[in-house]
């Protein structure tokens, strides 16, 4: 089978590989769509960050590995101990593959397992023909919800987490810093859950005015306006009640604490890549809160109800459908732009 593998900073090449045999509770998945995401990305330009160099202390695997880990696809074969996946089931794809030791795993929370190992980093994922997986990261698909919109769950479902980790509550006002996939997820999100204004920052003009038709009341052009000065107007120099950074820098965390009322959340979303300090005294003379989020548990089928019943509407996330063969070219060198317009590229290996 075709595989999009990654050797190196800049290095990803188009490879034959032969399909791993099924272990115990793992499925053989046909993949349909896998989206690009922002992590794969840093890892395109300066890793490695989350593919290991030497053989991972639980997978085994390292660099080469075959990327992608925002998928959906048809299960084609299921090791006998899987019980809630059969051949011709449509399923989407979680991240983390647990290690059910620890807490977090027997919890459920496979985001957080303390040892976990990565889909498209530590395992080989989904920018591929097929690609081997345990099941229990699998999730049926329901009947109402297209392939081509459950490509965007994973992603919806980072945003759901990082609203709810906000404790976002109906009728309070939103900021989000950053308007890139998982931004406008995250304002897709707070909009369902009954935000009554959003505020969307963003230097890019086709970012802002997606953003706007997506639901925010205004969309910020930071390098003309102070976005700080400007949330502070329009709310009647309160400030927001939860902000989301979903850049990952020091500037925009900066940026999304100010930006909130006295006792405000600030929901960090955005994979931080800086070492840079950070200054505590605004948040700790106005009793602010920094919140972090590490991605989801529990809000796939929460998100692939609101898709399906038509109560959130992720196509206009999409920018680009491209080959397998076009990853590079059309994937992940458009995404490397400082001017970057795209959204979400979503690779379609066949």
């Known amino acids: 089978m075709k595989a999009a593998r990654w050797h190196g900073p800049r290095d990803i090449r188009i490879e034959d590989v032969e399909p791993r045999v099924l272990s115990a509770g793992e499925v053989r998945i046909r993949v349909d769509y896998t989206g690009i995401c922002a992590t794969d990305l840093h890892e395109y330009t300066h890793g490695p960050q989350f593919i290991p160099t030497k053989p991972h202390p639980r997978t085994g695997r390292c660099a080469p590995v075959t990327m992608g880990h925002e998928f959906t696809g048809v299960v084609v074969d299921a090791e006998k101990a899987v019980k809630h996946l059969k051949p011709g089931d449509r399923i989407v794809g979680e991240a983390s593959l647990p290690c059910y030791d620890c807490d977090n795993s027997k919890r459920g929370e496979f985001i957080l397992c303390r040892s976990a190992a990565y889909l498209g980093f530590a395992w080989d994922g989904a920018f591929a023909d097929s690609c081997t997986v345990p099941a229990v990261i699998c999730h049926k698909v329901p009947d109402n919800l297209s392939s081509e919109d459950a490509v965007l769950i994973e992603p919806l479902a980072s945003g759901m987490h990082a609203v ?5 509550l109906q009728g309070e006002s939103v900021a989000i810093i950053g308007t890139g996939t998982i931004g406008l997820c995250t304002l897709l999100c707070a909009r369902a859950a009954g935000a009554s204004r959003i505020f969307a920052v963003d230097k890019i ?24 000065e400007c949330i502070r107007e329009l709310t009647g120099g309160r400030g927001v009640d939860l902000a989301f950074e979903c850049v990952g820098s020091m500037p925009t965390v900066s940026t999304a604490t100010r ?44 998100c692939m109800a609101l898709v399906g019943d038509g109560r959130i509407n992720v196509k206009p996330l999409v920018s680009a459908w491209i080959g397998l063969d076009d990853i590079v070219k059309k994937g992940f060198e458009p995404f490397a732009s400082p001017d970057n317009e795209n959204i979400k590229i979503v690779v379609k290996p066949r």
């Not at 709810?164 to 976002?168: P, S, T």
């Not at 005015?209 to 390098?223: C, F, M, N, R, V």
């Not at 200054?279 to 796939?300: H, K, P, Q, W």
């Open 205 to 228: 003009a086709s970012k802002r005015a997606l953003a706007k038709k997506l639901g925010a009341e205004e969309a910020i052009d930071p390098s003309v306006t102070e976005p700080v």
């Open 259 to 302: 930006s909130t009322q006295v006792q405000g959340r600030t929901v960090v979303v955005g994979v931080q890549v800086e070492d840079k300090p950070f200054s505590f005294l605004d948040m700790l003379v106005n009793e602010r809160e920094l919140i972090g989020t590490a991605g989801y548990f529990g809000e796939f089928e929460m």
């Open 164 to 168: 709810r980790r906000g404790r976002m």
